[in-house]
């Protein structure tokens, strides 16, 4: 898509603090963090949101929790603890209309999930 920012970042042509970039994802760190750790995992794929996957988009999906998993060790909160979290549609605040998988950590997150 030509109007996504996430798309536009998987391109090069917006900057980004790059994590890790394979043959299916993209991690950035957020540029609006909300934890210590706050880094997006977005399938080079554009995918709107969840309701837009299919049954073939099962392994693309572990993918992204499997990557998150390991910038999590990397980053030094997988033993404490860390939140994986995907929005989707606009009730869920979901504001970039291309599947991503945010991982928080780095302090104990509080507060109730809604």
């Given at each position: ?75 030094g909160i997988a033993g404490s603890g860390y939140r ?31």
């Open positions: 898509m030509s109007d996504c920012v996430f798309c536009k970042i998987r391109d090069g042509e917006i900057p980004a603090r790059l994590v890790m970039r394979d043959d299916r994802c993209i991690a950035f760190d957020d540029v609006n963090p909300q934890a210590p750790v706050h880094v997006l995992f977005v399938p080079l794929q554009h995918i709107p949101a969840n309701t837009a996957l299919t049954a073939e988009d099962r392994e693309l999906i572990g993918h992204l929790v499997l990557a998150a998993g390991r910038v999590a060790t990397e980053r994986l979290v995907m929005n989707s549609g606009p009730d869920a605040c979901q504001q970039v209309f291309h599947l991503h998988l945010h991982l928080l950590g780095g302090r104990q997150l509080r507060g109730p999930m809604g």
